[in-house]
C-alpha cells in the first residue's frame, strides 16, 4: 500500500532554516506530481509547492516563494521542502501529497498524503 512519510519538522526561531523530507513507499511515484501543503491550527489546510514527476516544473504560493524550494530525487523516491528564512506565521503541521499525472495545486486532486510533521517558527 502507498505510503507517505514526513520527517524534519521541529521549533526553530524566526529567520532560521529547516529542511523537510517526504519518503514514499509502497509504490514507484516517478509518475506522480509531488506536492507540499500546510494547515495552522485553525485555518484550512492550503497549498504551499508542488513539483511535476520530471522536477522541471514547480510552483510555490506567493507567500513562500524566494524563501522555500521544492525538489525531488526520484531514485530515492523522496520529495524535500527547503525552508529559509523562516517566519512565525509559516508555523503549521505541513503535509507531503501525490497526484498521478500533471501538477496541481488544490488539495482535492491529490490521492495519497502523509500524515504531516509540524514545523513551529518563533519570534
Known amino acids: 500500500q502507498a505510503q507517505l512519510v514526513e520527517s524534519g519538522g521541529g521549533l526553530v526561531q524566526a529567520g532560521d532554516s529547516l529542511r523537510l523530507s517526504c519518503a514514499a513507499s509502497?509504490?514507484?511515484?516517478?509518475?506522480?506530481?509531488l506536492g507540499w501543503f500546510r494547515q495552522a491550527p485553525g485555518k484550512e489546510r492550503e497549498f504551499v509547492a508542488c513539483?511535476?514527476?520530471?522536477?522541471?516544473?514547480?510552483y510555490y504560493k506567493d507567500s513562500v516563494k524566494g524563501r522555500f524550494t521544492i525538489s525531488r530525487d526520484n531514485a530515492k523516491n523522496t520529495v524535500y521542502l527547503q525552508m529559509n528564512s523562516l517566519k512565525p506565521e509559516d508555523t503549521a503541521v505541513y503535509y507531503c501529497?501525490?497526484?498521478?499525472?500533471?501538477?496541481?495545486?488544490?488539495?482535492?486532486?491529490?490521492?495519497?498524503w502523509g500524515q504531516g510533521t509540524q514545523v513551529t517558527v518563533s519570534s
Open positions: 501529497a501525490a497526484k498521478f499525472g500533471a501538477v496541481a495545486t488544490t488539495l482535492n486532486q491529490y490521492q495519497y
Open positions: 509502497g509504490r514507484s511515484f516517478t509518475s506522480y506530481a
Open positions: 513539483i511535476s514527476w520530471g522536477g522541471g516544473s514547480t
